[in-house]
């Protein structure tokens, strides 16, 4: 069974730096993109970053030049390092996966269970 794990949230002041891990667990065949979402309170999850299997990277313009995204495929994880930390950032930050867990398997959607992300001004 997969799993993505994420780990790194936590309290930090506006202007201070966090990094965020997620791990993926389990049979895994190939993993292709990989993306950071966020969720702040009353407001829909949308989309941080994202990374594919040959590195390229996008980037939600509110984060872009302050986050970066990355991955360790030997590792099986990847990582937002995220920096210039602002209130608005305060969310519960997920990881998401499109993987495949066998070479005749489609390509399905994996969520981890989110981490905390609070700045405080």
């Known amino acids: 069974q997969v799993q993505l794990v994420e780990s790194g949230g936590g309290l930090v002041q506006a202007g201070g730096s966090l990094r965020l891990s997620c791990a993926a667990s389990g049979i895994i065949f190939s993993i292709n993109v990989i993306g950071w979402y966020r969720q702040a309170p009353g407001k829909q999850r949308e989309l941080v970053a994202t990374i594919t299997s040959g590195g390229s990277t996008s980037y939600a313009d509110s984060v872009k030049d302050r986050f970066t995204i990355a991955r360790d495929n030997a590792k099986k994880s990847f990582y937002l390092q995220m920096n210039s930390l602002k209130p608005e950032d305060t969310a519960v930050y997920y990881c998401?996966?499109?993987?495949?867990?066998?070479?005749?398997?489609?390509?399905?959607?994996?969520w981890g269970q989110g981490t905390q992300v609070t700045v405080s001004s």
């Open positions: 998401n996966g499109v993987l495949r867990v066998s070479p005749s398997g489609g390509p399905r959607n994996y």
